[in-house]
């Protein structure tokens, strides 16, 4: 399939793990990826691997940077004159109690995964506008649901569901869709510690219908139906891409 042919994509946090599988994918439909994240040398070494390199854009962001952001929609407009496709990906985690975790890493967290967030729309929405273009934000199944040990990210995460239910209700007239994909348990760099722990992955593949963590190419593969015209009636959702986890009521299996 090539649905995304003389189309522009930005994908935050592109360097690694999920966004690096969105950016693949994009690409490997036909589209000119913009990929942005804070390490140069990891988003270098995506580009190279790409279908065609030439059609790939690298951009330094930390996307908790207002400046940052600026410059990346600059970047993207100077060298490919549109945008069509916002995937808001980069995203931190904070683990612990609420009175165990600093102010800074609250802060942090936030800045990051809700702020970026924002300032990607906020920047982007013009150029969006002139295409009826698509926003996909990556939130979580820790967007939908509390976790033991993780408020603070479900917190971040939390308003990221919601800030997407609200933005396609308020930009849906002008043909706009935004919507969000939530994760479960997904082979990263950032998840790594917990895949090498084998007692812990032993209780998630418990409570996992389909029996194992996803891989960025399943996320991605969502994205790219949700930012397509086959999902063009479709707006204001969050959708657990998370191999069954939200489907069980809580209570552990009985046989």
Not at 22 to 31: H, K, M, S, T, Y
Not at 35 to 54: F, H, N, Y
Not at 228 to 238: C, H, I, K, P
């Amino acid at each position: 399939m090539h649905r995304f042919m003389e189309k522009v994509v930005i994908v935050t946090g592109a360097g690694s793990g999920i966004g690096e599988g969105v950016a693949r994918r994009f690409a490997e439909e036909g589209a000119q990826v913009v990929l942005a994240g804070r390490t140069l040398d990891k988003l270098e070494k995506v580009q190279q691997s790409l279908p065609d390199p030439r059609a790939a854009l690298c951009v330094q962001t930390d996307v908790a940077r207002e400046s940052d952001v600026i410059r990346m929609v600059e970047r993207a407009i100077e060298t490919f004159g549109r945008i069509d496709v916002l995937v808001n990906n980069a995203g931190i985690a904070v683990e612990g109690q609420v009175d165990d975790v600093s102010v800074q890493d609250w802060k942090a967290c936030f800045a990051t995964d809700v702020d970026g967030t924002f300032y990607g729309i906020r920047h982007a929405l013009p150029h969006l506008r002139k295409h009826k273009g698509s926003i996909i934000n990556i939130s979580s199944v820790s967007g939908l649901g509390g976790d033991w040990g993780m408020s603070v990210y479900n917190a971040a995460k939390g308003a990221v569901t919601n800030f997407t239910r609200a933005l396609a209700m308020d930009l849906g007239r002008e043909g706009i869709r935004v919507n969000a994909v939530c994760p479960s348990l997904t082979v990263s760099e950032m998840t790594k510690d917990m895949l090498d722990n084998d007692e812990l992955m032993s209780k998630f593949i418990e409570r996992i219908p389909l029996g194992r963590p996803a891989e960025p190419a399943d996320i991605a593969a969502v994205v790219a139906f949700l930012a397509s015209e086959d999902a063009r009636f479709v707006t204001g959702v969050n959708l657990p891409v998370d191999g069954g986890l939200t489907a069980s009521n809580g209570q552990p299996p009985q046989a």
